[in-house]
């Protein structure tokens, strides 16, 4: 957990070109807040937050979990510009 703690992966984040959407429980702690500044740092990236829910907003409340992201992925193209070549 320490690892995690001081793992700082910042500088990286501008890098991100794929569509992004970040998720968080309003009820988990400062995570949120964390969140919002990471999608401030992706071009382009949109940021959610759920009510009453904490640290697994997926799992607390998945109905507004998943029309967040049924929402956001048919903003996705099928081959989004960022998608690697197989």
Do not use: W, Y
């Amino acid at each position: 957990m320490a690892a995690l703690q001081n793992f700082d992966f910042r500088a990286d984040l501008a890098r991100i070109a794929c569509p992004t959407l970040l998720i968080a429980g309003a009820m988990d702690g400062t995570l949120p807040a964390g969140m919002r500044r990471m999608a401030d740092e992706i071009a382009g990236a949109e940021f959610a937050l759920i009510e009453a829910a904490g640290h697994l907003p997926n799992i607390e409340r998945p109905a507004a979990f998943n029309r967040l992201l049924a929402d956001f992925l048919k903003t996705v193209p099928k081959e989004p510009s960022c998608a690697s070549e197989t």
